[in-house]
T-cell receptor
Framework: ETGVTQSPTHLIKTRGQQVTLRCSSQSGHNTVSWYQQALGQGPQFIFQYYREEENGRGNFPPRFSGLQFPNYSSELNVNALELDDSALYLC??????????????FGNGTRLTVT | SQKIEQNSEALNIQEGKTATLTCNYTNYSPAYLQWYRQDPGRGPVFLLLIRENEKEKRKERLKVTFDTTLKQSLFHITASQPADSATYLCATASSGGGADGLTFGKGTHLIIQP
């Protein structure tokens, strides 16, 4: 089985610009979620998609948006970039079933630097 | 919402000894706790899940306990090796429904000294 892949691995943007990060989920998984990890911190939940609809969101403003496609690949879009958006962005896929607590399978992230 | 606390200071352990990492949660008793390992520049890797009705879970040299009275989970690595050096993250559902993702602790940086 293929794992979770993210692109690009590194990205440098200027404040005010927009960015799109991409993720390909692990085969067989129906849920994708995105996390932001600042240096020295744990991952922080941005949002989650299930069957192409957002069904959970963390404490992030609307300028963070996403999409999930029929093949379970996903995008994270961030508009009007701010310096504090500099972080490692992690995509995670999982299989949602009736039992809670499905483990997350993470990609290796996109390191975004905003200058 | 849930809050997870881990000792974010580095933990130095001699090779061959048992490393014990602590995870405390502060609000409601979660249905489960998960533990992940993260190496520098990589995404977290899932290790173990323990549910609220389980006292202990084992996987090879790893053992996790769950004490709902103390609101605490302990993560043990026995016969530790330098290759076990990494940051270990504890996580649980942010809310009872689970649709609000996982809440992670800051992680504990474990260093196994040869």
């Amino acid at each position: 089985e293929t794992g979770v892949t993210q692109s690009p691995t590194h990205l440098i943007k200027t404040r005010g610009q927009q960015v799109t990060l991409r993720c390909s989920s692990q085969s067989g998984h129906n849920t994708v979620s995105w996390y932001q990890q600042a240096l020295g911190q744990g991952p922080q939940f941005i949002f989650q998609y299930y069957r192409e609809e957002e069904n959970g969101r963390g404490n992030f403003p609307p300028r963070f948006s996403g999409l999930q496609f029929p093949n379970y690949s996903s995008e994270l879009n961030v508009n009007a970039l701010e310096l504090d958006d500099s972080a490692l962005y992690l995509c995670a896929s999982s299989f949602r079933d009736r039992v809670s607590g499905s483990p997350l399978h993470f990609g290796n992230g996109t390191r975004l630097t905003v200058t | 919402s849930q809050k997870i606390e881990q000792n974010s200071e580095a933990l130095n352990i001699q090779e061959g000894k048992t490393a014990t990492l602590t995870c405390n949660y502060t609000n409601y008793s979660p249905a489960y706790l998960q533990w992940y390992r993260q190496d520098p520049g990589r995404g977290p890797v899932f290790l173990l899940l323990i549910r609220e009705n389980e006292k202990e879970k084992r996987k090879e040299r790893l053992k996790v306990t769950f004490d709902t009275t103390l609101k605490q989970s302990l993560f043990h690595i026995t016969a530790s090796q330098p290759a076990d050096s990494a940051t270990y993250l504890c996580a649980t559902a942010s809310s009872g429904g689970g649709a609000d993702g996982l809440t992670f602790g800051k992680g504990t940086h474990l260093i196994i000294q040869p």
